[in-house]
């Protein structure tokens, strides 16, 4: 299985010191043993060369004073021998002396006496001048010395000392040492426990307490003071939040105003509209008070002038009354809205600017559609935005398309035109506050970037594609449940 780092920081400062304490115990322990091991076989090697180089002064001595005939050797080197086995302070395995040509003299086992040994650890130990340390085996030191004065030579003495216990001693140090770091590691892993229990109880409070203040308008100044790193953390968090509350309100303000920008640059496109929308009936009215002023009219023609000057009035005044609406200050007000009659009034808003660049509308609404919770004014405000947009972008006699359809529990509107597509390019960032690729005091480019704010606000979508053929698609998705709602 893949190994995965623990999440929590109480998981990896614990994987870490272990590894630490692991890494460093190691180090020690191999440090040790090694040290340990080689002052043991120095020992062993320092107390086994003396052992040797001091019979080999008694061996040589009896050899000395055989050939001269002051004593009889008559079995002196054997009781040599037998006293060196029967030590107790060092591990011998054998004891033995060799004459010249490698012929055993005397040997710890009997049986090996007379033997010829030819070896080449045994030649090597007939050749050396001095006392030779030499290992036959990793469980085995052989030292030997020469039994010669001068020139002559007697002999080679040879003991075999086994290095078994040392290395049992070793491998008891070695888990001595394991023993020692599995139960150091354990007692860190269980002071990390206790102290970051210590360490972290605070720090959860602290963010209980976050989470808390994050839930709260006007967040309060922290009630304990703490003198520690938890207490500077703490007051951070209330320098942030009082930030987080400065900027929000900051960008509230600044939202708002570009809000209403926006909307006066469209209520200034829309008042050049309604300025022939109402002077149109006004020049009706002023035309009907002249034939008053020159009286002789039947009652029949007076009546007639008064309906004409009541329908000019009320022409006006519904322009006057969707304008107002339009300006209104927006507030997120939800009311369940019929959308076809939602566009229909938006339409009826941009009647003038339809008509004068010759523009078709293909309204294409089916009958029956459910109201849709949502904010009038401000979705109204968006229409008419996109629909204006889509009116700017066309030549004379395009193709203005409006449908709409529900689809997985939203009402999605389809907003089309047959003008120019939008750059590739551009497409990313038409959202984009100020971005515009209309001419200077045509635009500010926060209609479609507060549309988007708005549509947000909502819980629903908006999104510009290119079509296919030629021309633009806007496409909003609305919840038909209002954002919130259970």
């Known amino acids: 299985m893949p190994f995965h780092l623990p999440r929590t920081i109480q998981g990896k400062f614990t994987l870490y010191l272990s590894t630490l304490v692991i890494v460093i115990m190691s180090g020690l322990s191999y440090w040790t043993i090694t040290r340990e091991k080689g002052l043991m076989e120095n020992a062993i090697v320092r107390e086994g060369t003396a052992i040797v180089e001091s019979l080999a002064i008694s061996c040589t001595n009896t050899m000395l004073y055989e050939d001269v005939g002051l004593v009889d050797e008559s079995g002196l080197l054997d009781n040599y021998i037998s ?14 002396i060799l004459d010249p040509r490698g012929e055993v003299i005397t040997h710890s086992t009997t049986v090996e006496i007379g033997n010829l040994y030819d070896d080449s ?22 030292i030997s010395a020469p039994l010669a004065i001068s020139t002559k030579r007697w002999g080679t003495l040879r003991i075999g000392i086994s290095l078994e216990e040392s290395r049992n001693e070793i491998t008891r140090l070695i888990w001595r040492y394991v023993f020692y770091t599995v139960g150091f590691i354990l007692i860190v892993i269980a002071a990390i426990g206790v102290l970051f229990g210590l360490i972290t109880r605070p720090l959860k409070s602290l963010s209980l307490e976050m989470d808390l203040q994050m839930l709260q308008n006007d967040p309060p100044a922290p009630s304990e003071t703490r003198q520690d790193e938890i207490g500077t953390l703490q007051h951070s968090f209330y320098r942030m939040l009082q930030g987080i509350k400065a900027d929000k309100e900051e960008r509230e303000r600044a939202q708002k105003a570009l809000f ?81 009659s939602l566009l229909e009034r938006t339409l009826a808003l941009l009647d003038y600017q339809i008509r004068n660049n010759r523009i078709r509308v293909a309204l ?44 997985d529990g939203q009402m999605v509107i389809g907003i089309s035109n047959t003008g120019a597509e939008i750059p590739e390019e551009n497409l990313p ?32 979508t908006i999104r510009i594609a290119n079509l296919k053929n030629e021309g633009v698609l806007v496409t909003i998705a609305v919840p038909m449940r209002a954002k919130g709602a259970l």
Request: glycine fraction near 8%.
């Open 121 to 142: 650890y045994t030649l090597r130990a007939l050749s050396a001048k001095e006392t030779l340390l030499q290992r036959p085996s990793s469980s085995l030191l052989d």
């Open 364 to 407: 294409r609404i089916p009958e029956g559609l459910p109201p849709v919770p949502m904010d009038k004014d401000q979705v109204g405000q968006v229409l008419v935005n996109l629909l204006l947009n889509a009116i700017q972008a066309m030549p004379e006699e395009g193709l203005l398309g409006i449908d709409a359809r529900i689809s």
């Open 260 to 340: 209403m920008t926006e909307k006066m640059v469209a209520i200034g496109k829309l008042t050049s509209g309604l300025a022939h929308e109402i002077n149109n009936p006004l020049g009706g009215i002023l035309n009907c008070v002249y034939h008053f002023k020159k009286g002789g009219q039947s009652a029949q023609q007076r009546r007639e002038y008064l309906d004409l000057m009541e329908e000019g009035v009320r022409r006006i005044q519904r322009r006057v009354t969707n304008l107002l609406e339009y300006a209104r200050n927006p507030s997120l007000e939800m009311s369940m809205i019929d959308l076809r």
């Open 83 to 96: 006293d060196l086995m029967k030590r107790r302070d060092i591990p011998i395995r054998y004891a033995m």
């Open 429 to 460: 960032k038409v959202f984009d506050p100020f971005f515009t690729t209309k001419s200077d005091g045509e635009g500010t480019g926060l209609g479609l970037w507060l549309s988007q704010r708005i549509i947000e606000q909502h819980g629903g």
